[in-house]
Nanobody, 124 residues
């Protein structure tokens, strides 16, 4: 299984970025996919996830600004990030798991597969 994240970059506050995570080597449409982020000196934090059903879940700090989606024909998930803030600056990681239970979807330890991370920097 491989997860390849892309789309990070430097953007001014209020701007937008779209991250993508392309998956291979798995039955993609049966997987829960998620985005986590880690800022320097901080713990890895759940950002959003999307179940194989298409149901999404977001951390409160990004609700209304970020949208996660999936394209099962391309084995890819996306994170559209709008109204970015300096506190969104972090390395963003995509993760995937097939057998994850609902109560664990925000738990990084519950995901078996991880991408390499993509840097998002938001300047003030």
């Amino acid at each position: 299984v491989q997860l390849q994240a892309s789309g990070g970059g430097l953007v001014q506050a209020g701007g937008s970025l779209r991250l993508a995570c392309a998956a291979s080597g798995l039955t993609f449409n049966r997987y829960t996919m998620a985005w986590f982020r880690q800022a320097p000196g901080k713990e890895r934090e759940f950002v959003a996830c999307i179940r194989y059903s298409g149901h999404t879940n977001y951390v409160d700090s990004v609700k209304g600004r970020f949208t996660m989606s999936r394209d099962n024909t391309k084995n890819t998930v996306y994170l559209q990030m709008n109204s970015l803030k300096p506190e969104d600056t972090a390395v963003y990681y995509c993760a995937g798991d097939r057998g994850i239970i609902l109560s664990s979807i925000r738990d990084a330890d519950a995901y078996d597969y991880w991408g390499q991370g993509t840097q998002v920097t938001v300047s003030s």
